[in-house]
């Protein structure tokens, strides 16, 4: 694993919501690299782009055909969801195959989440 | 709900996960926004802090305690939550009070759900 990944939350796709308890300074920089690179419209397409794909896994040939951009700026994208681990990708032949990494959505995911009886209150 | 809210996903608390379509263009921007709101680590702690506290409400004095920063700091990131829709906000008497709006967390929660058979696979 490269140091530039965002480390998993306590077990793969089990960690603690934001309301448990007080978030540690160390989690929060960490957490917070993996918001960030999910606060890019085109990152966030991407993604669901490949997540969509049969099998979880696209071609980097597949997701260049859907965007009305350079292949370089796709290319960039890619390697910020690589680089905060929301993504991993291989390489088979001509082309690289991204796929998604779904330990890392779920601690992301679990964080987020709230106690189910908080959200029969009337939406503010 | 003023325009820079960010607005919820389909039924407050229940919107389709990232792997389940590929995401719209504005369905991108929008959501976009709400992750980069949470990518940094001072707003993602100042929400743990806010959703922890009794009531999942905390008086602005609180949260200015327990961070080493300036008070026009600490509002700034609180605008940022207020203006994605994260918490909202209420004045009573001397003290500005914060809450997390659970439903806009559950539909960025949802977004990033992923299938339990693939979190039973080897990490990568």
Redesign the interface.
Known sequence: MSRKELP?VGQ??CCT???????S?DD??E???G???????????L???I??FAG?EACVCDLTD?FDLTGPTISHHLRVLRETGLV?SERRGTWVYYK????K??S????????EA??T?T??
Chains 1, 2 share one sequence.
């Open positions: 998993l793969a796709g919501p934001l309301a448990a308890a007080p978030l300074e929060a920089t957490l917070a690299r918001f960030r690179a999910l606060g890019d419209p085109v990152r966030l397409r993604l669901s782009l997540a969509s979880g859907a991993e998604v990494v779904p330990e959505l779920a992301l995911s679990v964080l987020l989440q709230v106690p908080t959200l209150a939406p503010a």
